[in-house]
C-alpha cells in the first residue's frame, strides 16, 4: 500500500469513527449503559487510530526530479531551515507631479 492510500485510508477511518461515535453518544445521552460508554470509548480510540496512522506515515516527497511550471516560475528546493532572502531591484520612476483637480 502506497504512503498516499494509508493516509486516505487512515483519514477515511478516523471520519467513520467519528460519525459512529456521534451516533453513540446521541444513544448514550437517551439511555445511558456501560455497553454504549465502552462502545464509545473503542470509536475514540480508532479515530485516534485512524489520524495516527494519516499523520505517521512518510511523505513521498522527496524533491527529486522537481520541475518549474513554466516561464517565469521559480523552483526552490533543498533544506530551509536557513534563511532565505530575496534581493529585487527596479529602476527608478519618475512620478508626475501631484495633482489634485480632475
Same mark, same amino acid.
Given at each position: 500500500?502506497?504512503?498516499?492510500?494509508?493516509?486516505?485510508?487512515?483519514?477515511?477511518?478516523?471520519?467513520? =469513527?467519528?460519525?459512529?461515535?456521534? $451516533?453513540?453518544?446521541?444513544?448514550? &445521552? +437517551?439511555?445511558?449503559?456501560? &455497553?454504549?460508554?465502552?462502545?464509545?470509548?473503542?470509536?475514540?480510540?480508532?479515530?485516534?487510530?485512524?489520524?495516527?496512522? =494519516?499523520?505517521?506515515?512518510?511523505?513521498? +516527497? &522527496?524533491?527529486?526530479?522537481?520541475?518549474?511550471?513554466?516561464?517565469?516560475? $521559480?523552483?526552490?528546493?533543498?533544506?530551509?531551515?536557513?534563511?532565505?532572502?530575496?534581493? $529585487?531591484?527596479?529602476?527608478?520612476?519618475?512620478?508626475?507631479?501631484?495633482? +489634485?483637480?480632475?
Amino acid at each position: 500500500m502506497s504512503t498516499k492510500a494509508r493516509q486516505v485510508a487512515g483519514l477515511v477511518v478516523a471520519g467513520m =469513527a467519528s460519525a459512529c461515535a456521534a $451516533v453513540v453518544t446521541n444513544v448514550l &445521552t +437517551d439511555r445511558w449503559s456501560w &455497553t454504549l460508554l465502552v462502545a464509545l470509548g473503542a470509536l475514540v480510540l480508532v479515530g485516534l487510530g485512524g489520524q495516527l496512522l =494519516a499523520l505517521a506515515s512518510p511523505s513521498d +516527497d &522527496t524533491g527529486v526530479g522537481v520541475r518549474g511550471g513554466g516561464a517565469g516560475s $521559480v523552483v526552490i528546493g533543498g533544506d530551509n531551515s536557513g534563511s532565505i532572502s530575496v534581493r $529585487v531591484s527596479q529602476p527608478r520612476r519618475e512620478l508626475p507631479p501631484y495633482s +489634485d483637480t480632475v
